[in-house]
T-cell receptor, first 111, second 112 residues
Framework: DAKTTQPPSMDCAEGRAANLPCNHSTISGNEYVYWYRQIHSQGPQYIIHGLKNNETNEMASLIITEDRKSSTLILPHATLRDTAVYYC????????????FGSGTQLTVLP | DVKVTQSSRYLVKRTGEKVFLECVQDMDHENMFWYRQDPGLGLRLIYFSYDVKMKEKGDIPEGYSVSREKKERFSLILESASTNQTSMYLCASETSSTDTQYFGPGTRLTVL
């Protein structure tokens, strides 16, 4: 899998949008961008994924640049429960394979 | 919603004991995974299964075995627990048509 780089930590005020960046400059054409998050002492939670178009679901929006070398996860109205480590990974769509998480971004939502 | 459940959130065992960790998913997913997560080491794959009675070794299978007798259930077995198996154990499942893995809440195992 291609490597990703993320800032180690970010703060966001409650109620504001949280924009989490991710660089994946070596991504290949058949690799998807996935975002997961992990709240302390819980299992990782799938958030969203995309190939090249922007995606939105009930949790977040994913903006992927045209060259696909970077992306941004947007939580439109962050709440205290969104405090977690957010992982951006690239995944080759194929047979079952393991997920490899990097260090992720610790997002802290402040009251 | 996909639901993946694990038999225990916290477990304390003694060295040498046989330990069973169970994982159940309710979405008819073909693929199931067992990971362990340790500080500074990230997620490491122990075993995975892509069908009933099928299993594949991951990166760190030593000291572990698995069982998948039914599609919805994937069990991880520590034949003789050791202190270096103290960890957070995470089960995940996915349908083979996507690469979206859904995780259980995790079992924090302490081996004394």
């Amino acid at each position: 899998d291609a490597k990703t780089t993320q800032p180690p930590s970010m703060d966001c005020a409650e109620g504001r949008a949280a924009n989490l960046p991710c660089n994946h400059s070596t991504i290949s054409g058949n690799e998807y961008v996935y975002w997961y998050r992990q709240i302390h002492s819980q299992g990782p939670q799938y958030i969203i994924h995309g190939l090249k178009n922007n995606e939105t679901n009930e949790m977040a929006s994913l903006i992927i640049t045209e060259d696909r070398k970077s992306s941004t996860l947007i939580l439109p109205h962050a709440t205290l429960r969104d405090t977690a480590v957010y992982y951006c990974i690239v995944v080759y769509l194929g047979s079952a394979r393991q997920l490899t998480f990097g260090s992720g971004t610790q997002l802290t939502v402040l009251p | 919603d996909v639901k993946v459940t694990q038999s225990s959130r916290y477990l304390v065992k003694r060295t040498g004991e046989k330990v069973f960790l169970e994982c159940v998913q309710d979405m008819d997913h073909e693929n199931m995974f067992w990971y362990r997560q340790d500080p500074g080491l990230g997620l490491r794959l122990i075993y995975f299964s892509y069908d009933v009675k099928m299993k594949e070794k991951g990166d760190i299978p030593e000291g572990y075995s698995v069982s998948r007798e039914k599609k919805e259930r994937f069990s991880l077995i520590l034949e003789s627990a050791s202190t270096n198996q103290t960890s957070m154990y995470l089960c995940a499942s996915e349908t083979s048509s996507t690469d979206t893995q859904y995780f259980g809440p995790g079992t924090r195992l302490t081996v004394l």
